[in-house]
């Protein structure tokens, strides 16, 4: 079985982020990039199905500026077999996004075709759930539980009053969740000889497919400022505070 | 052309999420109808047609709907979006799971997690886990949105007068199925829509302690409870308390945060709150940065005083 892992070159989770003056997005020079959170656990489910026997190939692909190729070599030496960068400047909206997936994942083939639930810079939640529907396959999001039993994979979600399980036929595209798996770290020799695996260049032209969107970003801006609170001294004064000033109990 | 507002329920009741995602609806346009999928649905679909500023309810019941798969759901929206110019969906686990599959199907951009209605096509929307607001513009003929639900008042349940109407088509994909679900049992408010919620985090130290602290205190304010990512990860609550860019978002009148630190990741998920108050040991911690009043302490001795003194 073949999979195919979706990462995407986002502003590291840690810092925080800068809208830019002129309101035309947040500033991304000298910031530290990374793959995406999601999609770190995506590429460890796909190296464990690997470990487990289930898979056999794992190929990883990254839509994005040249720089993208930083991630995939990082999924390399992660576990990954090969990789495959779309270069594209343009802004990559899921649905474009979603219809190159499609075309790599029905070229290679793909059975198992994992990806990050979000995206943490767009928080779109959208790619992998467009892309299922492109295919015209089932759907796995949010997945906290991964169990594939032949040509079908179980896998257990995340809703939100619990947790619910559904089973899909294969090929299937699955989205992971934080509690997922814990990814682990890239060993230096791996490191090294992700260096030599290989790594195809594309563009989206090559797939046919026009990253013009409908859809345009006109302004961003940093959310209202919260007034600076004040430190109490005891619960009492807490209660009184929360009784008599902001009167929400 | 009129707005359709997916209706989120458990076949049993209309979720008030729904009631939020008919307010934004009314914010597009003037003719809002609701559709309620399920199997057994029939009393949502009358309460949803009691919603004030609904003007037809849609139903589809039929065994193939009952667990919302979203194979399935899609396919019904994506069939009934022809006489629509906005489809709307509350931005719960639920609407997240199948909006995005009737953008594609439909061949459209969608716009996830709505907070504002500009005008027909431009919102704005929360990205880098809430710490930029974009304003987004669409030009495309049917537009898709998943609503925060935090960010729209809930429409009146009553007062309304709907029509109701069966719709027929049956849309099964047979590439899914659902196999079961464990749902966590609670007589407490629901998260996302409690005005109090009480949150605990790592300093919590253990699953009892949770129980011991924060639901005397929950209990006394009639509160729901939250959790930080690091008290879920450490197993001293099931994951669905989980508050935050990756859990839910909540923005009751007040949130208290005990033993939490305020990890970007965190604050996504409560920072609309109107009021926030945090208990902490460590006066330095990012919490104390938005939170309205701050009580520097341990939350083994101050949670027990508060609890007794409210």
């Given at each position: 079985m073949k999979a195919l892992v979706a990462v995407k070159r986002v502003i590291d989770y840690n810092v925080k982020v800068r809208v830019k003056a002129d309101q035309s997005g947040v500033d991304l020079t000298n910031t530290k990039m990374s793959i995406n959170p999601f999609d770190e656990i995506a590429v460890e489910e796909a190296v464990r199905l690997k470990e487990a026997g289930v898979i056999d190939e794992i190929i990883v692909v990254s839509i994005g500026p040249k720089e993208s190729q930083e991630q995939i070599r990082a999924a390399l030496a992660l576990g990954a077999d090969r990789g495959v960068l779309v270069q594209t400047d343009a802004k990559a909206y899921p649905l474009q996004v979603a219809k190159i997936l499609k075309s790599i994942a029905e070229q290679e083939a793909t059975d198992i075709i994992l990806l990050g639930k979000q995206a943490i810079d767009d928080d779109n939640n959208q790619t992998g759930q467009m892309l299922a529907a492109l295919m015209g396959i089932g759907q796995g999001t949010f997945a906290s539980e991964v169990k594939v039993e032949g040509d079908k994979v179980n896998v257990t979600r995340e809703v939100d009053g619990g947790l619910q399980t559904v089973a899909l036929t294969l090929p299937a595209v699955i989205t992971t969740d934080l509690r997922l798996n814990e990814p682990r770290y890239a060993k230096l020799p791996n490191i090294m000889k992700a260096k030599k695996k290989q790594l195809d260049e594309k563009t989206p032209a090559d797939f046919g497919v026009d990253m013009t969107s409908k859809q345009e970003i006109i302004k961003v801006v940093p959310p209202a400022e919260r007034k600076a609170g004040i430190k109490v001294a005891s619960v009492d004064e807490l209660i009184d505070k929360l009784r008599n000033e902001a009167k929400v109990i | 052309m009129a707005i359709l507002v997916y209706a989120e329920h458990d076949n049993a009741s209309l979720k008030k999420a729904t009631l939020n995602t008919i307010t934004a609806a009314k914010q597009i346009g003037d003719e809002v109808h609701v559709l309620v999928a399920g199997s057994g649905n029939q009393a949502v679909a009358a309460e949803a047609a009691k919603?004030?500023?609904?003007s037809k309810v849609l139903v589809a019941d039929n065994a193939v709907y009952e667990h919302q798969m979203a194979e399935n759901i899609a396919l019904l929206v994506a069939d009934i979006a022809g006489s629509y110019s906005h489809i709307l969906a509350p931005a719960t686990t639920t609407g997240k799971n199948f909006m995005p599959r009737v953008a594609a199907l439909l061949d459209v951009s969608m716009i996830s997690d709505i907070t504002a209605v500009i005008d027909a096509q431009t919102f704005e929307r929360p990205i880098y886990a809430g710490n930029a607001t974009a304003t987004v513009k669409t030009t495309e003929d049917k537009i898709v949105l998943t609503v925060r639900t935090t960010g729209f008042d809930a429409a009146s349940a009553e007062g309304g007068s709907a029509t109701i109407e069966t719709v027929t088509s049956v849309q099964e994909s047979g590439k899914a199925s659902f196999v079961n679900e464990e749902m966590a049992k609670s007589d407490r408010p629901e998260l996302t829509s409690a005005s109090i919620v009480v949150s605990g985090g790592r300093a919590l130290a253990n699953g009892e302690n949770f129980t011991k602290y924060i639901e005397p205190l929950a209990d006394k304010l009639g509160a729901a409870i939250g959790a930080s990512r690091a008290a879920v990860d450490a197993g001293y609550v099931p994951n669905d308390m989980q508050v935050g860019q990756t859990g839910k978002i909540v923005a009751p009148d007040l949130y208290i945060a005990a033993g939490i630190s305020g990890a970007i990741q965190h604050l996504a998920g409560m920072k609309d709150s109107k009021v926030i108050v945090a208990i902490n040991n460590d006066p330095d911690s990012p919490i104390a940065s938005v939170a309205d009043y701050f009580l520097e302490a341990d939350l083994f001795t101050a949670l027990p005083e508060l609890t007794s003194k409210i």
């Open positions: - | 919603a004030e500023g609904v």
